[in-house]
């Protein structure tokens, strides 16, 4: 009698313009030796594509047929008679792809720090699954200490005020991106390569000692001079 595999765990990756993909994990002592397909309704016809294994143990299949409104069947068939049949809705297991071209800097006109990147999706030149269909995720903290600080936003840029942030020091910045679960949901995507950009030391004010130290003696000379003049104006009456 066939022995059921449990259901493995699926990716999805969804676009008009760039590359699908459909990435699947399955249990490690399973997975070798066997036949995985994807089956249902393609953009030019209908029927199977089967997975091929990856470097890393996953299930993998990269296309250009995908419908996003279509649900799709894996199947799979080992040789020792195991086998799964599982639906799968590609539009709520997106991962997106990471954002790139992180741009940090340090306003000290203005006091703060703006923090701006772009996606796959903003440069196609037209419209795509994803585009103004992500949020996105940035992190902060002081370079290689401390603990990470997040902001949701879905606009850019992403404005950070300098009473949040600590003089003096280099601060990491990285971006990561997820539907945002209107109609295609999913994972977060890969985190961004790092930015960094440095705030300014505090100025400070000059003591209060020394700058009177400094202009006493001017004082003390204006002083004498005026007493001069008058000793010698009051010596002349």
């Known amino acids: 009698m066939d022995e059921a595999i449990e259901p493995m765990e699926c990716l999805s990756h969804l676009s008009r313009q ?23 309704e393609y953009v030019n016809f209908k029927g199977c594509m089967n ?25 799979t068939f080992t040789t020792s008679n ?27 006109k203005h006091h703060a720090a703006y923090i701006t990147f772009d996606t796959p999706y903003s440069a196609l030149p037209s419209k795509d699954y994803l585009t103004e269909k992500l949020v996105h995720s940035v992190a902060f903290r002081i370079q290689s200490n401390g603990q990470w600080e997040y902001q949701n936003i879905t606009y850019q840029p992403l404005k950070i005020e300098g009473k949040y942030l600590k003089p003096d020091f280099i601060y990491e910045v990285k971006c990561r991106s997820i539907p945002n679960g209107d109609y295609f949901k999913g994972y977060w995507s890969d985190w961004s390569n790092v930015a960094t950009f440095k705030t300014p030391a505090v100025h400070k004010n000059p003591d209060k000692s020394v ?18 003049i008058a000793f010698m104006h009051w010596k002349e009456k």
């Open 211 to 228: 700058l009177l130290y400094t202009l006493s003696p001017a004082i003390l000379i204006l002083l004498l001079i005026i007493f001069a």
């Open 82 to 108: 195991r086998y799964i049949s599982q639906v799968i809705d590609l539009r709520l297991i997106i991962k997106p792809m990471a954002p790139y071209n992180v741009n940090a800097s340090y306003s000290e």
């Open 51 to 75: 997975m091929t294994m990856d470097d890393h143990d996953r299930y993998v299949l990269n296309t250009k047929e995908f419908l996003a409104v279509e649900k799709y069947e894996i199947h």
């Open 18 to 40: 760039l590359e699908q993909s459909l990435v699947c994990n399955f249990n490690r002592d399973i997975s070798y030796n066997m036949t995985v397909q994807v089956c249902g």
